[in-house]
């Protein structure tokens, strides 16, 4: 018989779930861009703020002043028409001057926030419906690897990210790090930034790309460097055997229930490539592209019924004995 | 409001020729939004020219000598569409009819050799994207010609009914100003679907 | 010659003799067929109006729904599939089926009233455009009920947009309904621009026409020469989903950016088309109501006209963050921002005209300051998206969503509130309330900034537009809370309005001809115009006729009293020229409209559609131009 755990389960994956998302804030710069992009903020809008209360000042100053008598609408004052066509004139002119001030203001941000670092560390990113493939690229062959929804990277070293897209437009934005980047169909964008601080920033799909266009969220993990290279080493490896039997169980019937399909977990004979790489999947922080925190809850939750908590995502809900689930649950929990 | 007559039109004629008739100017109106039309697609070939390294994409370029014969029969056909517009002008019926049977016939042998172009284009619309973008642009152009035949063929209908009244010749001047937009918007068609592929 | 001469002339009769006899040759046949047949502009435009405001409501109702899915996270109000149609389809009825055809609805009203003559130009064209905006309006929202709603987002974007990522018909759907509009968007642009160039009352000059008129006039220029772009934008994707033709799959050399530069190529002209007429309902509003003429007319003019141009050069900064050249990106920082020069003017001109005026407080004035306070904050915020580094954070999120609200609700909904209040007189005969109109403003005033100014602040803290939801620990449940109650007070005044219209319409005091004092010529006859719309064409004198002289109206005679004739006049100085005949009505337009119709609907479901479709649209258009053989066609 099917699972029923939804109800055992899900309640506590929908309920509130504090502290597990990170900052997703462009007010909460930080990273190097990000913070280069609120101080051009902050300049236009203290700029546009004076402009603004100034013309609110006009408005009210000029309902509230003392009027000509006589309604005769076509009676006007030769010396107000005259004026006020000389004051118009200079308020374009001063319009004009404050444009082009910001324009060279904002074309100066754009190049420090644009700037590039040959030394940057290097990956790429794959937007898919509805989750990120994440390919580590850089330095030789042996020390690449593939992951999903979850970037790591050290702080204080510039990072370049190669963006494209398997099927639609999607868009990458970490607001504390920097602006966003489209990842768009037959073409290579790439951005980069530097993380100033370590922690958890969040990031999330931008740009429409169908159905749970709302569920397509990631994890940036900002590490020191030393912390970031052990990391990278362990995410490096395949996948470790399990040595308990449940754990066995749980990895052949991986392969048995067709999740081997579509997913890859290195090290094993599991090879599929429709969704995401889950050789460290026990490892991460999301469930489900960010839609849930990571827990044995959310992640049984997840297997049990995907389609109830990410409707019309493309993992199928895969018919599992209440014991088969368990086993697998129990398999990819060790997936460190 | 108490009116005045200031100023009595009943002397102005009921009909006029060019800018100050109606007609002219909505038929200038359309002309300048298709012409408007031509240039976003001749602009969306252009893009595509300039994002494919390869260009025309996996085809050879169209066969010339359908699109140089339409060009030639377009600009001869200005000859016998000026005269028209001429003999409208002098309202003399007789050789209107004959200048609009001409006119019509012209645009249907260009409908014509437009098929053999279809044909000789050497790609097809779903072949790749420049298949697509040549096939939209000749289809396009394909819809203002066979409009403007269309609307030749009823005013040469209409031209031997009781309806040829002098006003009709507006019609039919205007006619000829909307062929001769056919003709120009052409041109540079021309040159984009059968010299740009070949440079 | 001398049967002409039989012809009988309006300097032949006076008074209730000559009203009563071109009401008879002017007025739309009655019965219910006599009603589809109608030409006359006032009818259509009439139509127009309440249909774009029914639009207006459906959109609203969304936009009401999204409020409430979105009022606390993780709701389960709405699916994410009915979020996703839902989201589409506001923006797509407000764009195409509301904000558009409600200004050139306006235009269609008023404009042939404000230049003096009795029809707009090519009125059986005018008939044709509103039944094929009826007719593509409906079948969005008949497609929407029956659940093929689009679900693609207002601009579509390929490859999402594609028959690879979207298998139903829904885009087909939307990118028909896009033919439908543009199709009737730019019959009446012609039909705009034939009756300024060339229909003006004698004596009307260049630097005499309404300012109204002539933000419709710099209007239907950018809608000729913007929505071309959609035109072939929307038909290449239907190719694309149809035939296999490639423009969008990058595997066969098509590429997703040609979409977005064609859409926003006519997209953002799209948002002048939009505001231009709000400014020109601004300025007729502003000099009415502070009792003198607007402060420098030609500034305001070529402000206009400056803005039509620089709006076709910054189309580009809606794809800021698809990677182009950073140079290219930002020269056009600087072209986006330029912008703002000629809309500054245009409000400090309006300021001027407001410090020098005797403000005169009824509710078309109260739409205007509200619409100057709004308005300001939302070309500000314009200012900052249009800069490179600040539009990476904000673009796509709810920063925009406010930024693009300001400006349109702001720019363009309260000017048109105003408008109706303003206007609602001359066309149905009664006032609207006063005292429902003040608590109309208020409520649409708090109402509206409540709901859209949090928004600013839910995008700097990370919220992207189009989710149909979001986590509890993302702390954005307070602000779109606050947001949705906004909404529904915005929504609230909106039911204000129907009220009001309702009670007045049977109950509101009589107009009588100028309730306001004004001093264009639509107030020059009674309210509502009689079918010929003037009893004799009236001579224009000075750039505020009522104004110059409220006792007597110089008038023409010599128009024929035995069929509909209009006076041309030439383009600059407006001197007569011909008398030239005007269409009586005719089924062949509504006819036409639904050859049209089943030729478009057909196409989504087989390409044979263009070849079955396309005769019986010739014959509906033969039988639309061929003469009746009536007096006016055998001259």
């Known amino acids: 018989m099917p699972v029923r755990m939804r109800t055992a389960l899900v309640p506590s994956a929908t309920l509130p779930l504090a502290a597990c998302a990170g900052r997703q804030s462009a007010l909460d710069p930080q990273g190097l861009q990000s913070d280069q992009i609120l101080r051009t903020f902050f300049i236009f809008l203290i700029v546009a703020a004076v402009v603004w209360i100034a013309v609110v000042i006009a408005l009210c100053v000029g309902m509230l002043r003392q009027k000509r008598a006589a309604d005769q609408p076509l009676a006007l004052h030769r010396s107000f028409e005259r004026t006020s066509g000389r004051i118009v004139f200079v308020l374009g002119l001063a319009t004009l001057v404050i444009v082009l001030g910001l324009s060279i203001v904002s074309y100066a941000g754009q190049r420090t926030v644009f700037a590039k670092d040959e030394n940057a560390l290097t990956l790429k990113i794959i937007g898919h419906q509805w989750w990120w493939e994440v390919r580590y690229e850089d330095g030789s062959p042996d020390k690449n690897f593939v992951t999903a929804n979850e970037i790591r990277i050290?702080?204080?070293?510039?990072?370049?990210?190669?963006?494209?897209?398997?099927?639609?437009?999607?868009?990458?934005?970490?607001?504390?790090?920097?602006?966003?980047?489209?990842?768009?169909?037959?073409?290579?964008?790439?951005?980069?930034?530097?993380?100033?601080?370590?922690?958890?920033?969040?990031?999330q799909c931008a740009e429409f790309c169908g159905h749970q266009h709302a569920h397509m969220a990631f994890a940036v993990l900002a590490l020191s460097p030393d912390e970031f290279d052990r990391w990278r080493d362990h995410e490096n490896q395949g996948a470790s055997s399990p040595t308990d039997p449940l754990g066995k169980q749980g990895e052949q019937l991986f392969r048995a229930r067709g999740c081997a399909l579509c997913h890859t977990i290195r090290g094993t004979l599991a090879g599929g490539q429709l969704g995401p790489d889950l050789t460290h999947v026990g490892s991460r922080t999301t469930v489900?592209?960010?839609?849930?925190?990571?827990?044995?809850?959310?992640?049984?939750?997840?297997?049990?019924?995907?389609?109830?908590?990410?409707?019309?995502?493309?993992?199928?809900?895969?018919?599992?004995?209440?014991?088969?689930?368990?086993?697998?649950?129990?398999?990819?929990?060790?997936?460190? | 409001m108490r009116q005045t007559i200031v100023r009595n039109v009943a002397e102005l004629p009921t009909y006029g020729y060019g800018p100050r008739s109606g007609p002219w100017w909505g038929a200038m109106g359309f002309m300048a939004l298709e012409g408007m039309g031509f240039a976003i697609a001749i602009g969306a070939y252009l893009y595509l020219y300039a994002v494919n390294p390869n260009w025309p994409i996996g085809a050879a370029p169209p066969d010339l000598w359908p699109g140089t014969a339409e060009t030639i029969v377009y600009l001869l056909s200005i000859i016998p569409n000026e005269m028209t517009n001429r003999v409208a002008h002098r309202q003399d019926l007789a050789k209107v009819r004959i200048g609009l049977i001409v006119m019509s016939l012209i645009g249907i042998a260009l409908l014509v050799l437009r098929g053999f172009e279809f044909a000789h284009l050497n790609t097809r619309w779903d072949n790749s994207a420049y298949g697509s973008i040549v096939w939209l642009i000749l289809g396009l152009h394909t819809t203002h010609l066979a409009t403007d035949v269309g609307d030749t063929v009823v005013l040469a209908v209409l031209m031997f009914t009781r309806h040829a009244k002098p006003r009709r010749f507006s019609d039919v001047t205007d006619n000829v100003f909307y062929w001769n937009f056919v003709v120009l918007a052409w041109l540079p068609l021309y040159v984009l679907l059968d010299w740009v592929p070949r440079l | 010659?001398?049967?002409?001469?039989?012809?009988?002339?309006?300097?032949?009769?006076?008074?209730?003799?000559?009203?009563?006899?071109?009401?008879?040759?002017?007025?739309?046949?009655?019965?219910?067929?006599?009603?589809?047949?109608?030409?006359?502009?006032?009818?259509?435009?009439?139509?127009?109006?309440?249909?774009?405001?029914?639009?207006?409501?459906?959109?609203?109702?969304?936009?009401?729904?999204?409020?409430?899915?979105?009022?606390?996270?993780?709701?389960?109000?709405?699916?994410?599939?009915?979020?996703?149609?839902?989201?589409?389809?506001?923006?797509?009825?407000m764009m195409f089926l509301f904000a558009v055809p409600v200004m050139e609805a306006f235009a269609v009203y008023l404009v042939p009233l404000m230049v003096g003559t009795r029809n707009i130009a090519f009125p059986r064209l005018n008939a044709f455009s509103y039944w094929m905006f009826l007719f593509g309006g409906c079948f969005l929202w008949i497609s929407f009920m029956l659940n093929v709603g689009p679900d693609v987002g207002w601009f579509a974007y390929v490859p999402l947009s594609s028959l690879q990522y979207t298998p139903t018909k829904r885009p087909d759907v939307w990118a028909q309904m896009i033919t439908f509009t543009e199709v009737a968007a730019l019959a009446v642009a012609v039909e705009i621009v034939v009756t300024v160039f060339k229909q003006r009352a004698p004596g009307m000059t260049l630097d005499r026409i309404p300012l109204f008129v002539w933000a419709m006039l710099v209007t239907s220029f950018l809608v000729m020469f913007a929505m071309p772009s959609i035109m072939v934008a929307s038909t290449s994707l239907i190719l694309d989903r149809l035939v296999n033709t490639r423009f969008y799959d990058s595997s066969s050399g098509g590429h997703p950016l040609l979409w977005q530069?064609?859409?926003?190529?006519?997209?953002?002209?799209?948002?002048?088309?939009?505001?231009?007429?709000?400014?020109?309902?601004?300025?007729?509003?502003?000099?009415?109501?502070?009792?003198?003429?607007?402060?420098?007319?030609?500034?305001?003019?070529?402000?206009?006209?400056?803005?039509?141009?620089?709006?076709?050069?910054?189309?580009?900064?809606?794809?800021?963050?698809?990677?182009?050249?950073?140079?290219?990106?930002?020269?056009?920082?600087?072209?986006?921002?330029?912008?703002?020069?000629?809309?500054?003017?245009?409000?400090?001109?309006?300021?001027?005209?407001?410090?020098?005026?005797?403000?005169?407080?009824?509710?078309?004035?109260?739409?205007?300051?509200?619409?100057?306070?709004?308005?300001?904050?939302?070309?500000?915020?314009?200012?900052?998206?249009?800069?490179?580094?600040?539009?990476?954070?904000?673009?796509?999120?709810?920063?925009?969503?406010?930024?693009?609200?300001?400006?349109?609700?702001?720019?363009?909904?309260?000017?048109?509130?105003?408008?109706?209040?303003?206007?609602?007189?001359?066309?149905?005969?009664?006032?609207?309330?006063?005292?429902?109109?003040?608590?109309?403003?208020?409520?649409?005033?708090?109402?509206?900034?409540?709901?859209?100014?949090?928004?600013?602040?839910?995008?700097?803290?990370?919220?992207?537009?189009?989710?149909?939801?979001?986590?509890?620990?993302?702390?954005?449940?307070?602000?779109?809370?606050?947001?949705s109650a906004g909404a529904a007070i915005f929504a609230l005044s909106f039911a204000l309005l129907l009220v009001?219209?309702?009670?007045?319409?049977?109950?509101?005091?009589?107009?009588?001809?100028?309730?306001?004092?004004?001093?264009?010529?639509?107030?020059?006859?009674?309210?509502?115009?009689?079918?010929?719309?003037?009893?004799?064409?009236?001579?224009?004198?000075?750039?505020?006729?009522?104004?110059?002289?409220?006792?007597?109206?110089?008038?023409?005679?010599?128009?024929?009293?035995?069929?509909?004739?209009?006076?041309?006049?030439?383009?600059?100085?407006?001197?007569?020229?011909?008398r030239e005949a005007s269409p009586d009505p005719s089924i062949w337009p509504l006819l036409t409209a639904i050859a049209t119709t089943v030729f478009f609907i057909g196409s989504i479901f087989t390409p044979w559609a263009v070849l079955w479709g396309t005769p019986p649209m010739a014959v509906a258009l033969i039988g639309w131009f061929w003469p009746t053989g009536s007096k006016e066609d055998e001259e």
């Open chain 1, 154 to 203: 050290p702080t204080g070293r510039p990072v370049k990210v190669e963006l494209e897209s398997a099927d639609v437009i999607h868009s990458f934005w970490v607001p504390s790090l920097t602006g966003k980047m489209d990842l768009i169909t037959g073409q290579k964008n790439e951005l980069q930034f530097t993380a100033k601080n370590a922690g958890t920033y969040r990031g």
């Open chain 1, 288 to 336: 489900a592209a960010g839609t849930l925190p990571m827990s044995p809850a959310t992640l049984a939750a997840w297997i049990a019924d995907p389609q109830h908590i990410k409707p019309g995502n493309f993992m199928p809900r895969m018919p599992l004995q209440s014991d088969e689930l368990i086993a697998i649950l129990h398999y990819l929990e060790q997936l460190k």
């Open chain 3, 1 to 93: 010659m001398v049967a002409e001469q039989r012809e009988l002339r309006d300097d032949a009769l006076n008074g209730l003799q000559l009203s009563t006899r071109l009401e008879n040759i002017w007025r739309t046949p009655s019965g219910f067929f006599g009603a589809l047949a109608s030409v006359d502009h006032k009818v259509v435009g009439r139509r127009y109006i309440v249909t774009a405001f029914a639009f207006l409501l459906l959109g609203g109702l969304l936009a009401v729904l999204m409020r409430v899915q979105l009022a606390g996270p993780e709701n389960t109000f709405l699916s994410a599939d009915k979020y996703n149609q839902i989201f589409t389809m506001h923006g797509s009825t």
């Open chain 3, 261 to 483: 530069h064609l859409f926003w190529f006519f997209g953002h002209p799209e948002v002048y088309i939009i505001f231009i007429p709000g400014t020109g309902m601004v300025s007729a509003i502003l000099a009415t109501f502070t009792r003198r003429p607007v402060v420098g007319y030609p500034v305001v003019i070529l402000s206009l006209i400056a803005t039509g141009f620089l709006s076709f050069g910054l189309w580009v900064h809606h794809m800021f963050v698809t990677g182009l050249p950073q140079l290219g990106a930002g020269l056009f920082t600087a072209s986006s921002m330029l912008i703002a020069v000629p809309s500054g003017l245009q409000i400090f001109c309006w300021l001027a005209t407001l410090w020098d005026g005797r403000p005169v407080y009824r509710t078309p004035l109260l739409f205007v300051i509200g619409f100057i306070v709004i308005f300001v904050i939302g070309g500000l915020s314009g200012v900052m998206v249009a800069s490179v580094p600040i539009d990476t954070q904000v673009h796509d999120t709810y920063f925009v969503v406010a930024h693009f609200h300001y400006v349109l609700i702001g720019g363009a909904v309260f000017p048109l509130i105003g408008a109706v209040y303003y206007w609602f007189p001359k066309i149905a005969g009664r006032m609207l309330s006063e005292r429902l109109g003040f608590w109309h403003f208020w409520l649409a005033f708090v109402g509206f900034n409540v709901a859209f100014f949090p928004m600013h602040i839910l995008g700097l803290i990370g919220m992207p537009r189009r989710v149909y939801t979001y986590t509890a620990d993302m702390d954005w449940a307070h602000l779109n809370l606050l947001s």
């Open chain 3, 500 to 578: 009001n219209v309702i009670y007045s319409l049977r109950s509101g005091p009589l107009a009588g001809d100028n309730p306001w004092d004004a001093s264009t010529l639509e107030w020059a006859t009674t309210s509502p115009p009689p079918p010929q719309n003037f009893d004799r064409i009236p001579i224009v004198k000075h750039r505020d006729p009522l104004w110059f002289d409220n006792e007597s109206l110089p008038v023409v005679a010599g128009l024929s009293v035995e069929r509909r004739e209009v006076l041309l006049t030439s383009l600059a100085e407006a001197e007569p020229q011909i």
